[in-house]
């Protein structure tokens, strides 16, 4: 009798911020999102110079857990949510643990978009969601598989979600999403009349 098994499986780790302590103030969250972004002279100049649609502090603030409270209690909640993540991949950290290296924030308005990507040089990354408001972008993850697949045929547009080259994933306000850093990732067109606000992070092993 023939045999098909599934190999090699992708994880995605999604659950609400709330459900680890500390308690994230959501609302002071995104205040404070767009406090930074109206300050941040230096990531604004790198935005508009690099076609940035919207506000990274990706490339201008590294310190956003010792500058704002809400930040460091996101980074307290976030390292129990990798380590349960970390539990289910069943790494073997030989004594180490996951720390958080990068912590960035993104406000992207209507008609901005990330292309897909890559975090080099991270085992977990992730993005906490502090605004999503009606037509927001999903987050849309690729198949790892794809630059392998050369001379193979497109899959079937009612294929099995598991076979599908690219799936979207709408995150709510307040949740979490994490994978393994290697997974190709981006964020469509956005068409929310609101922005789109999120808060990045890479984690690396020590």
Known sequence: ?????????????????SE?????????????CRSIAEDDEAGQIWCEESGYPGYTSYASLADLPWR??????????LDKHVFSFVEALEFDLEGGNLKVEDLWINI????GSHPSH?????????????????GASSLCIEDPRSERMMAAPYRKADAKREM??????????????????WLRHGVPLNRGEDD???????????
């Open 1 to 17: 009798m023939p045999k098909v098994e599934s190999l090699f499986a992708t994880h995605i780790y999604r659950a609400s911020l």
């Open 20 to 32: 680890y302590e500390p308690a994230v103030d959501i609302a002071e969250l995104e205040k404070s």
């Open 196 to 206: 789109r606000i999120s808060v990045s992070f890479n984690y690396v092993w020590e």
């Open 68 to 77: 704002f409270p809400v930040f460091s209690k996101l980074v307290e909640a």
């Open 118 to 134: 890559v975090h080099p040089n991270s085992v977990v990354s992730g993005t906490a969601y502090v605004s999503m408001p009606d």
């Open 164 to 181: 599908k080259r690219f799936v979207y994933l709408l995150p709510r306000q307040g949740e979490v999403l994490l994978w393994e850093s």
């Open 108 to 111: 992207l308005p209507q008609g």
